[in-house]
Antibody, heavy 123, light 109 residues
Framework: VQLLESGGGLVRPGESLRLSCAAS????????MNWFRQAPGKGLEWVAY????????YYADSVRGRFTVSRDNARKSLFLQMNALRAEDTAVFYC?????????????????WGQGTTVTVSS | QSVLTQPPSASGTPGQTVTISCSGS????????VNWYQQLPGTAPKLLIY???QRPSGVPERFSGSKSGTSASLAISGLQSEDEAHYYC??????????FGSGTKVTVL
């Protein structure tokens, strides 16, 4: 059971970046997915949620209107399109799922995490 | 500022019990389940407790969770040196967002 993020990097304020998360070892299409992030030296922050079928999506206020979460169940992949990036978006971004076997843990109950990908927004 | 309130730090000697509190409101802890995550330095978070008091497979029994009203707590009994980490509580909020505590750093003296 594994999640692997990619796509992080250094961008300037106002630019865009697309993160990907590849799943393996579990039935990806059966589980909701989340993006979380952690700014340097700070705590965890929830970013976005997408249901297993992709038809229910929620965003944190801090990213709504700028970030778009999507998934491709055939490719077992999760995406986060990030536009109009700001310095305060600098963080390690994690994708996470409940694909490890827990049940009824709520939308932010996740037992499988990726290793994280670093996004740095700086001029 | 985090929606859920946790103490910034907690400590104990090996073998002691450490308890971490997490305070919320009716719209999050009061009406949804609480999860607890452990984060060791430089690593991704790990789920310790879900659905208020359930342990995922592989999590030692000395980690336990409870919830009452709009508050929850995580207890670590038989504290060990490898328990030094940050601990975060998390819950869903009825305003359709995930909320976290600011995290508690546990130090083993």
């Amino acid at each position: 059971v594994q999640l692997l993020e990619s796509g992080g990097g250094l961008v300037r304020p106002g630019e865009s970046l697309r993160l990907s998360c590849a799943a393996s070892g579990f039935s990806f299409s059966d589980y909701y997915m989340n993006w979380f992030r952690q700014a340097p030296g700070k705590g965890l922050e929830w970013v976005a949620y997408i249901s297993n079928g992709g038809n229910t999506i929620y965003y944190a206020d801090s990213v709504r209107g700028r970030f778009t979460v999507s998934r491709d169940n055939a490719r077992k992949s999760l995406f986060l399109q990030m536009n109009a990036l700001r310095a305060e978006d600098t963080a390690v971004f994690y994708c996470a799922s409940a694909g490890g076997g827990i049940e009824a843990a709520g939308p932010v109950g996740v037992d499988v995490w990726g290793q994280g990908t670093t996004v740095t927004v700086s001029s | 500022q985090s929606v859920l309130t946790q103490p910034p730090s907690a400590s104990g000697t090996p073998g002691q019990t450490v308890t971490i509190s997490c305070s919320g409101s009716n719209s999050n802890i009061g009406s949804n389940t609480v999860n607890w995550y452990q984060q060791l330095p430089g690593t991704a978070p790990k789920l310790l407790i879900y659905r208020n008091n359930q342990r995922p497979s592989g999590v030692p029994e000395r980690f336990s969770g409870s919830k009452s009203g709009t508050s929850a707590s995580l207890a670590i009994s038989g504290l060990q040196s490898e328990d030094e980490a940050h601990y975060y509580c998390a819950a869903w909020d009825d305003s359709l967002r995930g909320v976290f505590g600011s995290g508690t750093k546990v130090t083993v003296l």
